[in-house]
């Protein structure tokens, strides 16, 4: 035999290894709905995983917001095109647990796939808010995180505050926000992102009052919505006024879009958002970042009492091989790592969702190189949580999230009082309940 045909031999089996070892990477298809400086870290993640083995590949696919790619992953499950895995966010939780032949429950598809899953690992608040009513859980906790008050500091000294003490109640809000403005030192004392999630959802938890009946949902699908107290009617009506004085500015429904552009640009000194903003902020933020606490009003007993969790979790989709759900599963044990978990609380903000991974963070030393980051943490911990404060689980409630930033709206432009906005909020949310037990029965 020739050294051409020699050659060309150990070149066409060198080229049919690499096409085998090419074709021996299963492929996994993950839709997320993180952007910006997430997406970014996100993507690393992936291409770690991707890297620390041969025999899996996980695509990631940035599909919009949390309801654009939820929405559009419905579709694909119509048209037989569904991903592996789907990022759901935690409204959407209720929905996704009735959704019982599009998904693959996570402790199922561990435990068949033999992978290490233990739900004692994760923090309490996680647990709670994502297994079913045996204790089984359902989704992946990927990213959860809270909401925080983020305050620049050069302004609060501009003002003559203190920057190492942040407002506590709400009333100091109002204060520190008249004298920020007085000074010159902004236009705008504060504004909030997500107001649903922020100045209602959580806003109820910190102060121990229901949203609905049945637990917030957790008891069953004839829930009803509650939200139409004096405490919620009052908060809304001081926002609108706060908003009428000058030193607060309404960032928009939905996610309150302009919110976060007001706090990079020094409009407003204070920002409530999410604690997994805290990489884009610290990207964007020209200024020294202090953070705080929600507030609370102090005249309403127990407050404060804790915060609950948003962000999101994975969702197995059915439709899919066996060689791909044992690649799906790999890949969430390779997350469950407290190196990895620690890591990613550290870069982007969301909380460390198991605690091993809390406690790495603490032997690194990184709460107290980076104070403020176990803002969210405390919060979240700051009590044991009660049938008010553990979270929620309504069915169509990214619609009814929805609704209840269309009435916030209507209060701020002054079409109507906190107590007509939540009254008509908690009417059109009921219809919707009402909706989905009829389509779930």
């Given at each position: 035999m020739s050294r051409f045909t020699l050659h060309a031999l150990a070149v066409g089996v060198a080229t049919a290894s690499l096409s085998l070892?090419?074709?021996a990477a299963t492929e996994i298809s993950w839709w997320h709905a993180m952007g910006g400086q997430l997406g970014e870290i996100l993507e690393e993640m992936t291409q770690d995983f991707n890297e620390s083995q041969d025999d899996y590949h996980v695509t990631p696919s940035y599909r919009g917001t949390y309801t654009e790619t939820m929405t559009g992953a419905i579709a694909a499950f119509r048209a037989n095109e569904q991903p592996h895995i789907l990022q759901v966010f935690?409204?959407?939780?209720?929905?996704?647990m009735n959704a019982k032949g599009a998904i693959y429950p996570v402790y199922e598809l561990m435990e068949e796939h033999g992978r290490a899953f233990d739900k004692e690992a994760f923090l309490p608040a996680v647990v709670g808010y994502y297994t079913d009513t045996n204790g089984n859980m359902l989704s992946f906790p990927f990213n959860s995180s809270t909401p925080i008050m983020y305050y620049n500091r050069d302004m609060f000294e501009e003002a003559g505050l203190d920057p190492e003490q942040p407002p506590q109640t709400w009333d100091e809000v109002a204060d520190f926000s008249r004298q920020i403005v007085e000074s010159g030192a902004a236009s705008c004392g504060f504004t909030t992102s997500w107001p649903s999630w922020v100045m209602l959802e959580n806003f109820s938890a910190w102060h121990n009052v229901p949203l609905g009946t049945l637990e917030n949902g957790f008891g069953g699908m004839e829930t009803e919505f509650t939200f139409n107290n004096e405490l919620v009617a009052r908060h809304w009506d001081n926002l609108h006024d706060w908003q009428e004085e000058g030193v607060f500015k309404w960032?928009?429904?939905?996610s309150g879009p302009d919110s976060e552009p007001m706090f990079y640009s020094q409009d407003c000194a204070i920002f409530f958002g999410s604690s997994a903003s805290r990489a884009d902020v610290a990207a964007n933020s020209e200024f020294e970042v202090g953070f705080g606490m929600q507030p609370y009003y102090d005249d309403v007993e127990g407050a404060p009492q804790n915060s609950i969790i948003g962000g999101a979790t994975l969702w197995a989709l059915q439709g899919h091989s066996?060689?791909?759900?044992?690649?799906?599963?790999?890949?969430?044990?390779?997350l469950s790592q407290p190196e990895v978990q620690a890591q990613w609380h550290q870069q982007t903000g969301y909380l460390p969702i198991t605690q091993a991974?809390?406690?790495?963070?603490q032997e690194q030393g990184y709460?107290?190189?980076?104070?403020g980051a176990d803002i969210s943490l405390k919060q979240m911990t700051l009590n044991e949580p009660t049938e008010n404060s553990k979270g929620l689980r309504f069915g169509n409630f990214v619609q009814i999230r929805d609704i209840i930033s269309e009435e916030m709206e209507a209060v701020m432009t002054g079409d109507?009082?906190?107590?007509?906005?939540?009254?008509?909020?908690?009417a059109r949310g009921n219809d919707l309940l009402r909706d989905f037990e009829a389509a779930n029965q």
């Open positions: 070892s090419a074709q935690e409204v959407g939780t209720g929905t996704m960032g928009g429904p939905g066996d060689d791909e759900y044992e690649a799906v599963a790999a890949f969430f044990e390779y991974a809390w406690d790495l963070s709460y107290e190189e980076n104070p109507k009082s906190g107590q007509e906005a939540a009254d008509e909020a908690v």
